[in-house]
């Protein structure tokens, strides 16, 4: 089972980058505030980017560099990138 790495965009417009082997489980804990500190204080609206790793050391050096992006530098990625959500991950929000 592949490893994802993830971008869901919150109340205030901005980002929460994480990774998870199971994208289903994972949003539900941010739904209900439990997933990450982070999502409990700025609520998320909708899943905006994934990407699938084979190895779970893959999905965090991708988190990391996510997540070292400028807001501006996030937003181009969501926008330009071939790795928005398929209807398969849509309904999650």
């Keep these: 089972m592949p490893y994802y790495v993830y971008m869901l965009l919150c109340e205030g417009d901005t980002f929460y ?3 998870t082997k199971n994208p289903e489980s994972r949003m ?3 739904k209900r505030g ?12 909708r899943l905006v980017y ?28 969501v926008n330009s990138s071939a790795f928005k959500p398929t209807k398969n991950f849509l309904n999650l929000f």
Excluded at 34 to 44: C, D, E, I, Q, V
Excluded at 51 to 73: F, N, P, V, W
């Design 17 to 19: 980058t994480g990774y």
């Design 50 to 77: 994934i990407e699938g790793h084979d190895l779970q050391c893959e999905a965090m050096r991708r988190e990391r560099q996510i997540k070292k992006l400028t807001h501006s530098q996030k937003l181009k990625l």
């Design 34 to 45: 439990k997933g990450a500190k982070y999502t409990h204080l700025h609520r998320p609206k």
């Design 28 to 30: 539900g804990f941010h």
